[in-house]
């Protein structure tokens, strides 16, 4: 296998396994991404970057709504989605789902882990 390249906690299975990629190794990252927005933790880390491809590749994370329980199932089900093992598995982020994710977003409370964010911003505001 050859080199690898990319950052380890944000790296698709496929990328890790030196696989093809395609836009949806993007959608896994994002996955990582939003994981990380909603519980404040990485889905998978590890003492060195062999651990973390391993974990990327092999396991499964808690799901979102196992560390934040106030996320919406519907969001926590999308992020999951995203995190699939099988590129084919993956959301392609359909319109339905796109309108899903951001109602989840606007109505979520803050997260547990970030309770300080403060925001002044109009844009910012719930109930838009």
Not at 3 to 11: E, F, I, K, N, S
């Amino acid at each position: 296998m050859g080199a690898r390249a990319g950052t380890p906690h944000y790296m698709a299975p496929e990328q890790i396994r030196g696989q093809s990629v395609d836009h949806r190794s993007d959608l896994y990252s994002l996955g990582v991404m939003l994981y990380q927005m909603a519980t404040g933790q990485k889905p998978f880390d590890g003492e060195n970057r062999e651990a973390i491809w391993y974990a990327h590749a092999a396991m499964e994370p808690a799901t979102p709504r196992e560390l934040a329980p106030e996320i919406p199932e519907a969001l926590s089900h999308i992020i999951l989605s995203l995190l699939a093992k099988d590129p084919a598995n993956r959301y392609g982020l359909p319109p339905e789902s796109r309108v899903i994710c951001a109602r989840s977003v606007w109505k979520m409370p803050l997260p547990s882990w970030n309770r300080s964010i403060s925001c002044t911003s109009r844009s910012c505001g719930r109930g838009l």
